[in-house]
Antibody, heavy 121, light 108 residues
Framework: EVQLLESGGGLVQPGGSLRLSCAAS????????MSWVRQAPGKGLEWVSI????????SYADSLRGRFTISRDNSKNTLFLQMHSLRAEDTAVYYC??????????????WGQGMLVTVSS | EIVLTQSPGTLSLSPGERATLSCRAS???????LAWYQQKPGQAPRLLIY???SRATGIPDRFSGSGSGTDFTLTISRLEPEDFAVYYC?????????FGQGTKVEIK
């Protein structure tokens, strides 16, 4: 059974930093691209970033590039999102999501339960 | 960046009725790269449709997707009580993914 478990969220002051983790199990982690998607309170889904299985290819949403860094540790089956210079508008539930296997039309077939990040003084 | 616009914002229907949700792209999208998700309050999104028209594993056949180019549609043939939720379309390119703003299907 595929499981994605986020951790590391919480309350942080504006300008602060936070690192989210997503522990994966139930599939061959290193073979799948992984992504972060966020959802501000009462709002829609916003794609944040994606990283290939090897970690060699990374993309970010234009609005977030430079403040957020995605990475992964395939030896520990864990995905990370390092966030810097956090702003109130970064307040959201952050989901990690697994991209389907290569060769399948791209989409996210499994999602974590989400982790709330609140940026406030 | 490709912008996806979903309509209507809210759809008020009764159980048993047919729901038709629209997703329009600001430029042509490869049909293989268009997906639909369902999200219920307090839950993570769930994949419904990928490749514009293929149902994900375990998705009932009352859900269907269609479309090409810039216009895509999600149809729920007969609404069940558990189908009242928010629905998002999503597209991807080599380096960018975007979601529509969502359509809420609510009980009339």
């Amino acid at each position: 059974e595929v499981q994605l478990l986020e951790s590391g969220g919480g309350l942080v002051q504006p300008g602060g930093s936070l690192r989210l983790s997503c522990a994966a199990s139930g599939f061959t982690f290193s073979s799948n691209s992984m992504s972060w998607v966020r959802q501000a309170p009462g709002k829609g889904l916003e794609w944040v970033s994606i990283i290939s299985g090897s970690g060699a290819t990374i993309s970010y949403a234009d609005s977030l590039r430079g403040r957020f860094t995605i990475s992964r540790d395939n030896s520990k089956n864990t995905l990370f999102l390092q966030m810097h210079s956090l702003r109130a508008e970064d307040t959201a539930v952050y989901y990690c999501a697994k991209k389907v296997a290569p060769g399948t039309p791209p989409c996210f077939d499994y999602w974590g339960q989400g982790m709330l990040v609140t940026v406030s003084s | 960046e490709i912008v996806l616009t979903q309509s209507p914002g809210t759809l008020s229907l009764s159980p048993g009725e047919r729901a038709t949700l629209s997703c329009r792209a600001s430029q042509s999208v490869n049909s293989n790269y268009l997906a639909w998700y369902q999200q219920k309050p307090g839950q993570a999104p769930r994949l419904l449709i990928y490749g514009a028209s293929s149902r994900a594993t375990g998705i009932p056949d009352r859900f269907s997707g269609s479309g090409s180019g810039t216009d895509f549609t999600l149809t729920i043939s007969r609404l069940e009580p558990e189908d009242f939720a928010v629905y998002y379309c999503q597209q991807s390119t080599v380096s960018s993914w975007t979601f529509g703003q969502g359509t809420k299907v609510e009980i009339k």
